[in-house]
């Protein structure tokens, strides 16, 4: 025991120590400056940040899952991931600036909003490509309304979802609501 505790003893006041210590206490500020930079003018919402890769995280597993499943997995894959992070980390930067900036030190207040529709369409997006998985790894799991809908959304994208929602079942004219032709009439003044 006191050979361990003199030789702990030895390694932290030895000189690579204390030199390790001289180096970190000059480059400190320096990080607590580059980290502040970061935070004002590149992303500070890492709370988010730790939600979005969870889901990143289910869905690659889901994916190679999937993948595997089929017979299909291969580096092209795991390639698209790395893309992935990079497209996120530029709409996350987007988005904070987007929120954030200030004209002439008055902060902005047009984008206010932004913030919160870009994290719910990644958030969204990263929910949809999950259930997509679990669809095709095992159909019975999602219903088969939904498995029709994510069907269109992967071929077609957001737009094609929406053009393919049905439109909602004419409002009943006044006619057939009061019997009358002419909504200002009352039913009884209408002459056969």
């Not at 919160?116 to 019975?140: C, K, N």
């Not at 929602?165 to 003044?189: H, N």
Request: proline letters at 6%.
């Amino acid at each position: 025991m006191r050979v361990l505790l003199s030789t702990l003893i030895s390694v932290a006041t030895g000189p690579k120590t204390q030199a390790a210590a001289k180096i970190s206490l000059q480059v400190s500020p320096y990080l607590l400056i580059a980290g502040q930079l970061i935070e004002k003018y590149f992303f500070s919402d890492w709370d988010f940040l730790g939600y979005l890769l969870v889901l990143i995280l289910v869905d690659t597993v889901m994916g190679v899952q999937r993948n595997w499943k089929l017979r299909t997995v291969s580096s092209r894959g795991f390639s698209r991931i790395f893309i992935k992070l990079c497209l996120y980390a530029n709409m996350l930067i987007l988005t904070h600036v987007m929120t954030h900036f200030t004209v002439r030190g008055d902060p902005n207040v047009l984008f206010q909003w932004f913030d919160y529709f870009m994290y719910s369409v990644m958030m969204a997006r990263e929910g949809l490509s999950i259930m997509e998985h679990i669809a095709l790894i095992e159909p019975r799991m999602v219903p088969k309304g939904l498995r029709q809908r994510l069907a269109v959304i992967a071929e077609e994208g957001i737009a094609g979802t929406l053009a393919a929602i049905p439109s909602p079942a004419p409002a009943a004219t006044t006619e057939r609501v009061t019997g009358c032709a002419d909504p200002i009439k009352s039913p009884l003044e209408v002459t056969p």
